[in-house]
């Protein structure tokens, strides 16, 4: 089984130790799937990162690492150079976190070419079709909505917005621990953020 794994575009530091910049969580899970994924024998996992100049990390035997595009590429743009190596490297999936343009037309590329598209939101505002940076709408939600093969949501809240907004069905993976009791603190918070 032949999987690709698209990493976000802000995952230099992972690959590049001496970067000074930063990444999210998306990154992160991304991965930790990819290290895990790796142990299997049966699975080829490809890393789909941006064209970065400098590639420098410590687990680079555990990650074959496809540069598809550059970092400033648009959504369609990118899309484009993905059929290109899709149809070179044939995965079976394709995992991708995180809502954006690009996304919307990987759930439709992907159902065209007839490999499963799995997709993970990153933030409770993607699931109202919003970009999680400035809140503004992915034009097309829908296709991602209609062609994605699983849909893995975060918490309950994502679950039923998804449910109850588009009738669509989602498996939850959970990305917090839930604080029961009353903290003193000043910050007063409900989740602690954690990577599984």
């Not at 743009?77 to 690009?102: A, C, E, M, N, R």
């Not at 949501?153 to 907004?165: A, I, P, S």
């Not at 903290?183 to 989740?191: A, L, P, T």
Request: proline share 2%; with cysteine; glycine share 4%.
């Amino acid at each position: 089984m032949k999987i690709f794994v698209i990493f976000p575009k802000d995952s230099e530091a992972l690959f590049n130790k001496k970067s000074n910049r930063t990444f999210g969580g998306a990154s992160v899970q991304m991965y930790n799937i990819v290290k895990e994924l790796s142990k299997y024998k049966e699975i080829k996992t490809f890393s789909i990162i941006p064209a970065y100049n400098n590639i420098n990390f410590d687990d680079h035997y555990n990650f074959d690492l496809v540069k598809i595009y550059n970092e400033n590429d648009n959504g369609i743009s990118k899309s484009f150079k993905f059929i290109k190596y899709t149809k070179k490297l044939k995965p079976d999936i394709v995992i991708q976190h995180g809502l954006t343009l690009q996304s919307c037309l990987l759930a439709l590329i992907c159902w065209l070419l007839k490999i499963k598209f799995i997709f993970m939101f990153a933030h409770d505002v993607e699931v109202n079709g919003l970009r999680q940076a400035n809140q503004s709408k992915v034009l097309l939600f829908f296709l991602l909505r209609k062609f994605a093969h699983i849909i893995i949501t975060q918490n309950k809240y994502q679950k039923e917005t998804l449910l109850k907004k588009y009738k669509l069905s989602s498996t939850i993976i959970y990305n917090g621990f839930e604080i029961k009791r009353p903290v003193k603190k000043k910050n007063k918070k409900r989740y602690i953020l954690w990577v599984a």
